[in-house]
């Protein structure tokens, strides 16, 4: 764990539960991620300004990131169609599982959700799995 950098994870950490808290505050709506891009998707009356201006944010902070800080977002370590596929997979991973990490992980579990409990689980776990694959199997053990 070479990576571990607490300092960051904690202020990341705090920025995405106040967000939560703030958007479940102010607007009554919970903070995942999958449901805010799928609700442009099918589109209802008086959903969308506040689903663009939450995404409009979430670009904004990490193109603001990339400019001041590159060196926070660190290189990708993996090639472009990997990359792609693993965003569809996360993709039907969420429409699968009814929600996607942020809205299970963060909001969910602070709502003692089962569900979220369960689903958050399987997410961790799949990553562990998905890991260990890509280090230990797909490299042939070479780091």
């Known amino acids: 764990m070479?990576?571990?950098?607490?300092?960051?994870?904690?202020?990341?950490?705090?920025?995405?539960?106040?967000?939560?808290?703030?958007?479940?505050?102010?607007?009554?709506?919970?903070?995942?991620?999958?449901?805010?891009?799928?609700?442009?998707?099918?589109?209802?009356?008086?959903?969308?300004?506040?689903?663009?201006?939450?995404?409009?944010?979430?670009?904004?902070?990490?193109?603001?990131?990339?400019?001041?800080?590159?060196?926070?977002?660190?290189?990708?370590?993996v090639p472009m169609a990997w990359a792609v596929a693993g965003g569809l997979l996360v993709g039907f991973g969420t429409r699968l599982g009814n929600g996607c990490t942020s809205g299970h992980g963060v909001c969910g579990l602070s709502r003692l959700s089962v569900r979220s409990l369960v689903a958050t689980l399987t997410f961790m776990a799949t990553g562990a799995l998905a890991t260990y694959l890509v280090r230990h199997v797909a490299r042939g053990g070479q780091p």
């Not at 920025?15 to 102010?26: E, M, N, R, T, V």
């Not at 959903?47 to 800080?69: I, N």
């Open 2 to 77: 070479t990576n571990f950098t607490p300092w960051t994870a904690l202020v990341g950490g705090a920025l995405i539960g106040l967000s939560a808290s703030i958007l479940l505050l102010l607007n009554g709506r919970i903070a995942g991620i999958s449901g805010i891009v799928g609700g442009l998707l099918r589109p209802v009356h008086d959903e969308t300004s506040w689903r663009v201006w939450f995404l409009v944010g979430l670009l904004t902070g990490g193109l603001a990131l990339s400019l001041l800080h590159p060196a926070a977002l660190g290189a990708t370590p």
